[in-house]
């Protein structure tokens, strides 16, 4: 009667883990590389989308509202 609980408590920790390793990984917020690449969320262009779920928003269409660095 615990396999049930043990597979669902399970399954949460692996995708909150695989969330997290998702966030530490493509977030342009988080820097890894700061001899390279030290400002990561500079090089973010209007159209890249990072967000996990994004509710009726079209990057492809969004313009560069920021100045060059």
Do not use: C, H
């Amino acid at each position: 009667q615990l396999v049930p609980l043990f597979v669902i408590i399970g399954s949460g920790g692996v995708g909150a883990s695989l969330y997290l390793m998702r966030l530490a990984m493509f977030n342009p917020d988080v820097s890894w590389d700061k001899k390279n690449n030290p400002e990561p969320w500079n090089k973010m262009s209007p159209t890249d989308q990072y967000k996990l779920f994004s509710v009726n928003m079209d990057y492809s269409t969004l313009k560069k509202d920021r100045p060059d660095f």
